[in-house]
């Protein structure tokens, strides 16, 4: 369901939320490896929705580490979003970045953690279609970081024309 702010005369912005599935569980190494998450599909856009801004976010319901020491992220990481019509390295742009030191653990388990992207993907993010998501190079500081109940999705800002 759409919710909506009146920001300028006669135009009315809309915010709507579409999310992945969860996903089942990544098992992060100290090999940077790419995994591809489950797909975000917006699929209620009216046809003379004009999409104004989008960003993406992730959130991991569970992190556990089961390598005895302090564990974290290493090195730079991103989630790439692409329409599914498209291809990896050519159509994908990067809508979450995660930095270093995030999801730290010291022989526990962590929950229900939010990251938001800081870019507006509106560039790949146009309409009513299926995204796919990949989280690229993900690495972590010591073997193993399992992550699960993984979702990702976008807040679409629009208005409507005509």
Do not use: C
């Amino acid at each position: 369901m759409s919710s909506g702010i009146r920001l300028a005369v006669d135009t009315m912005y809309y915010t709507d939320e579409y999310f992945s599935i969860p996903h089942g569980i990544f098992s992060l190494t100290t090999i940077a490896s790419d995994f591809q998450v489950n797909n975000i599909v917006v699929h209620s856009l009216p046809e003379n929705a004009v999409i104004r801004y989008v960003l993406g976010y992730v959130v991991f319901n569970g992190v556990h580490d089961s390598s005895g020491l302090s564990n974290f992220l290493v090195g730079t990481q991103n989630m790439a979003i692409k329409k599914s019509s498209g291809s990896w390295g050519v159509d994908n742009v990067d809508f979450i970045k995660l930095g270093s030191s995030v999801l730290r653990v010291s022989h526990d388990e962590l929950s229900g953690i939010t990251i938001w992207g800081s870019e507006d993907v509106s560039s790949e993010v146009d309409g009513n279609a299926t995204y796919n998501v990949r989280w690229i190079d993900a690495k972590v500081e010591a073997n193993y970081l399992d992550i699960s109940g993984t979702v990702v999705g976008l807040r679409i800002y629009w208005s409507v024309t005509g």
